[in-house]
């Protein structure tokens, strides 16, 4: 009689162990590839509300430029309230040009009710679900949560002590708040403005 003798095979399965270990490694990338997602969502949410920041600091600068080169305002006019300006000093909700023409000025006022935007602080229409604006389904938004200070300062001339009597410095900083966060994001220009044209 013969007995039957075992082989091992060469091939030779995983042990729990290395299961185990394999599981924790593919949990760790995948909990990472959750959070970048994440956080491009977040960042693609915001991306919208920085850009709205980015054209109400652009349009209150351009707006002082325009206001110069018209002789609509005097250069001794272009500064704060505290130095005898007509911009109002600190950050002031957006609310529309009073008679002026200008924001950030004394006289601002709430804007009127505006098609789908209610009166108030300024508003911005964007598309709906179609995602086509002009339609009926398009959206309105409040900027309520947006602020805008207009900060002029002097310069000096070149011996760094004498203010500069021809040249300012204008700093004009959007600030707000998105959805789920109480930490304020700011966004902010500036330039410098001359007396001359």
Same mark, same amino acid.
Do not use: H, W
């Given at each position: 009689?013969?007995?039957?003798?075992?082989?091992?095979? &060469?091939?030779?399965?995983?042990?729990?162990?290395?299961? /185990?270990?394999?599981?924790? !490694?593919?949990? !760790? %990338? !995948?909990?990472?590839?959750?959070?970048?997602?994440?956080?491009?969502?977040?960042?693609?949410?915001?991306?919208? /509300?920085?850009?709205?920041?980015?054209? @109400?600091?652009?349009?209150? /600068?351009?707006?002082?430029?325009?206001?110069?080169?018209?002789?609509?305002?005097?250069?001794?006019?272009?500064?704060?309230?505290?130095?005898? %300006?007509?911009?109002?000093?600190?950050?002031?909700?957006?609310?529309?040009?009073?008679?002026?023409?200008?924001?950030?000025?004394?006289?601002?006022?709430?804007?009127?009710?505006?098609?789908?935007?209610?009166?108030? &602080?300024?508003?911005?229409?964007?598309?709906?679900?179609?995602?086509?604006?002009?339609?009926?389904?398009?959206? &309105? /938004?409040?900027?309520?949560?947006?602020?805008?200070?207009?900060?002029?300062? #002097?310069?000096?001339?070149?011996?760094?002590?004498? &203010?500069?009597?021809?040249? @300012?410095?204008?700093?004009?900083?959007?600030?707000?708040?998105?959805?789920? #966060?109480?930490?304020?994001?700011?966004?902010?220009?500036?330039?410098?403005? #001359?007396?001359?044209?």
């Amino acid at each position: 009689m013969t007995q039957p003798t075992s082989r091992s095979s &060469p091939q030779s399965g995983f042990t729990l162990i290395e299961t /185990m270990i394999a599981i924790a !490694i593919m949990s !760790i %990338g !995948i909990l990472t590839l959750i959070a970048a997602f994440a956080t491009a969502v977040t960042a693609t949410q915001n991306s919208q /509300m920085n850009l709205i920041a980015r054209q @109400k600091a652009l349009e209150a /600068m351009e707006s002082i430029y325009t206001a110069r080169d018209t002789a609509q305002i005097g250069f001794s006019q272009v500064a704060n309230t505290t130095s005898g %300006g007509i911009f109002t000093t600190g950050p002031t909700q957006l609310l529309c040009a009073g008679p002026d023409g200008l924001v950030n000025t004394t006289d601002d006022v709430n804007c009127p009710a505006n098609g789908p935007c209610a009166a108030g &602080p300024e508003c911005v229409v964007l598309p709906g679900p179609d995602g086509i604006l002009g339609t009926a389904d398009d959206v &309105p /938004m409040s900027l309520g949560n947006f602020t805008r200070q207009i900060q002029i300062n #002097s310069t000096l001339e070149a011996d760094g002590v004498t &203010p500069n009597p021809t040249l @300012k410095q204008i700093i004009v900083t959007i600030s707000y708040t998105s959805s789920g #966060s109480t930490v304020p994001r700011t966004y902010s220009v500036n330039a410098l403005i #001359s007396a001359f044209r």
